[in-house]
């Protein structure tokens, strides 16, 4: 069925969006949330497991508290209050990639809950209150082999690897949040990023998205002006930053047209197409009724003491968009200067190169030039480049001492970003240092003068500004690698005249 969807700009001026983000985070402890298998990405099918995370009758779970507190850290981070004393509870549900047929999870007692984040859109602040974070953990993976789609659908066999199943995952899901209009995608995206943001800066998750370490639901729904909110959907699939606005936007789209025409949105489960970026219908929704949920009676309570807490809470890092603020204020950036550095993905990269000696000015100079300029050419993230920002710093120093000029140094880097080495590496095997030694250089100055007689009689009789021409032979003599003040000095003096 092909439908034309209508323009967004129709759609935002007569619906009002309410949007809402369930994220998943795999959390970087070393062994899983219940027992002591391994956690590390990648390994042979099957080869973590053990009779805790295979569900094998008579195994018991037992808490990881590393993967409490870093659960009570990510609650602190978002404002939330930390519940006293709760309970996990087992989600019952059957699905070949659930060993034990439920998940342990929790439901009605989590262990944070009621806080907020606070994202910047278009230079204003949006409150995105959070309604929970919770601890659970993860499923394995099915992989259907077979068929065309790698789908279930037709498919001739699946196979289940259980590395993943019992992964300590946190789930952290915002309130609806209702009268962002036109910006709705934007915000999404936002909360996404700041939330991943504030996730790193903890240090408890590698938040890859594209592995699957953090992986984002978004809700989505539409309602008439001063009418009660619509039903919402609910898009799965969405693995990548970019994904989570052009989902939102794609589903404000669909269901503006399926209302326009009449008809009623069914709440349920849609996958994100990253290849036309339009959802399609998965399952319809399970409610909260189906998965039978009941205190899992395999695991204490949980009551984390108040004065841990409050250490964990003080020994909070400085979160990132104090951080930024910070930063900006360092390197006496204006807003859009920083706003530059951050739609560039450069401000870590900036700050790690400015820590490795160079001034803010030429670190940023750098990244945002001749090194985002070949990240866009090549369509590959700035931080994967392949220059480091150690590297960097160590052009710059190079530049400092007068040993490479603009456009040599510019050389020097195409040469890191294509793996030749460090930069001095790389001058001194491609012969790429200035040329200082003032014997070579007026040996040059001279053979230009001589082959330039008119110009040279010009520049003794007072007209200085001709020096630029013979600066410029000598500049081509020497491939580029002489200083132009010093062969211009060397000019003048050769010919008597004053600069
Ligand atoms: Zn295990």
Redesign the pocket.
């Known amino acids: 069925m092909t439908t034309t969807l209508p323009a967004y700009d129709e759609v935002v001026a007569r619906y009002e969006p309410v949007i809402g983000l369930e994220t998943h985070v795999e959390l970087g402890t070393n062994t ?1 949330m219940f ?3 391994p956690t590390d990405f990648g390994g042979e099918p099957n080869t ?3 009779p ?3 569900g094998l009758p008579g195994s018991l779970p037992v808490a990881n508290k590393a993967a409490i507190e870093a659960t009570i850290r990510i609650g602190l981070a978002l404002n939330c209050s930390i519940a006293q004393w709760c309970r996990f509870a087992r989600k019952n549900y059957f699905y070949p990639d659930m060993p034990k047929d439920f998940q342990i999870s929790q439901y009605d007692e989590p262990l944070c809950s009621e806080g907020y984040l606070d994202v910047e859109v278009g230079g204003e602040l949006v409150r995105i209150g959070i309604e929970r974070v919770h601890l659970e953990e993860d499923t394995g993976k099915t992989l259907h082999v077979g068929g065309a789609t790698g789908r279930i659908h037709g498919a001739t066999e699946s196979l289940v690897d259980y590395n993943r199943a ?1 992964i300590a995952l946190v789930e952290i899901v915002t309130k609806p949040v209702p009268g962002t209009g036109a910006l709705a995608p934007e915000v999404a995206r936002a909360y996404v990023t700041e939330l991943r943001d504030v996730l790193r800066s903890l240090g408890v998750s590698d938040v890859r998205m594209e592995e699957g370490s953090l992986r984002c639901d978004v809700n989505t729904s539409l309602n008439l002006p001063g009418e009660e909110w619509g039903t919402r959907t609910e898009t799965k699939n969405v693995n990548s930053l970019r994904s989570v606005e052009r989902a939102v936007r794609s589903e404000m789209l669909r269901q503006a047209s399926v209302l326009d025409a009449g008809g009623r949105i069914i709440q349920e489960t849609r996958h994100f197409q990253e290849d036309t970026g339009e959802t399609r219908p998965g399952r319809s929704k399970e409610t909260a009724t189906d998965y039978r949920y009941f205190p899992e009676p395999d695991l204490v309570p949980l009551a984390p003491d108040t004065a841990w807490v409050a250490e964990l809470k003080a020994a909070l890092p400085e979160l990132p968009r104090l951080h930024r603020r910070r930063l900006q204020e360092q390197w006496g950036l204006s807003d859009l200067d920083m706003q530059s550095v951050l739609n560039a993905g450069a401000v870590e990269l900036i700050e790690q190169t400015v820590a490795a000696g160079a001034t803010p000015a030429a670190a940023r100079k750098w990244w945002l030039g001749e090194l985002s300029r070949r990240a866009n050419e090549t369509g590959v993230e700035l931080a994967d480049i392949g220059a480091t920002p150690a590297q960097v710093a160590e052009l710059q120093v190079l530049v400092d001492a007068g040993k490479l000029n603009d456009k040599l140094a510019r050389t020097v880097l195409e040469g890191v970003v294509a793996g030749e080495g460090s930069p001095t590496e790389i001058m001194t095997n491609r012969g790429l240092e200035v040329v200082s030694d003032t014997g070579a250089l007026t040996a040059a100055v001279d053979e230009a003068i001589a082959a330039n007689p008119d110009i040279a009689d010009k520049i003794r009789s007072g007209k200085v500004a001709a020096a630029g021409a013979l600066v410029g032979a000598v500049m081509k003599t020497t491939r580029g690698q002489a200083d132009a003040k010093t062969v211009r000095e060397l000019v003048l003096e050769r010919l008597g005249a004053q600069g």
Do not use: D, S, W, Y
Request: glycine share 18%.
């Open positions: 899983k027992c002591g298998c973590r497991v053990c805790v995370c295979l019992g």
